[in-house]
C-alpha cells in the first residue's frame, strides 16, 4: 500500500522548531549567486542571509541561523573551476571562499554555490 503524506511545515512536539533527525543528515545552508555581478545577490539559498564580495574570487555567506561552532563541513564549487572553502575563516556565522582559475589565481565566476554540514546553535 502507498502512503502519501502532504504537509506545508515539520515542527518540533512544542511547535516552536525544526525537528530533530535521529540516525540522520541534512544540509544545514546552501547558497548560489553570480560572483560577477556589481552587487550580489542570491539566487537561490538556504540559511544563507547574504553574501559579502570581500575582493576577486574571495566571498563570504552568511548564515541566517549560526552554526554551534567552527566545526561544521562547508564545500562549494564554481562555475568550470575551483572553489575553495578556507577552514582558518570558518565562524559560527559565516563561512570565507575562495574562487580559483587552474592557475591558482582568484577569479569571479558567474556561477557559485555551496553547501554545509554541521549542527545549527
Request: aromatic share 6%.
Amino acid at each position: 500500500m502507498t502512503s502519501v503524506l502532504n504537509v506545508d511545515t515539520i515542527a518540533d512536539k512544542a511547535g516552536t522548531g525544526p525537528v530533530g533527525l535521529t540516525k540522520q543528515t541534512a544540509a544545514k545552508a546552501f547558497y548560489i549567486f553570480d560572483g560577477t555581478a556589481s552587487t550580489l545577490a542570491l539566487g537561490d539559498s538556504f540559511n544563507c542571509s547574504s553574501v559579502t564580495d570581500n575582493g576577486t574570487g574571495v566571498y563570504t555567506p552568511n548564515w541566517t541561523n549560526a552554526m554551534q561552532s567552527v566545526n561544521y563541513s562547508h564545500t562549494c564549487n564554481s562555475e568550470n573551476l575551483s572553489a575553495l572553502s578556507s577552514a582558518s575563516t570558518h565562524v559560527a556565522g559565516s563561512s570565507k571562499i575562495f574562487v580559483m582559475n587552474d592557475s591558482g589565481s582568484l577569479q569571479d565566476r558567474l556561477v557559485t554555490n555551496g553547501c554545509t554540514h554541521g549542527d545549527l546553535a
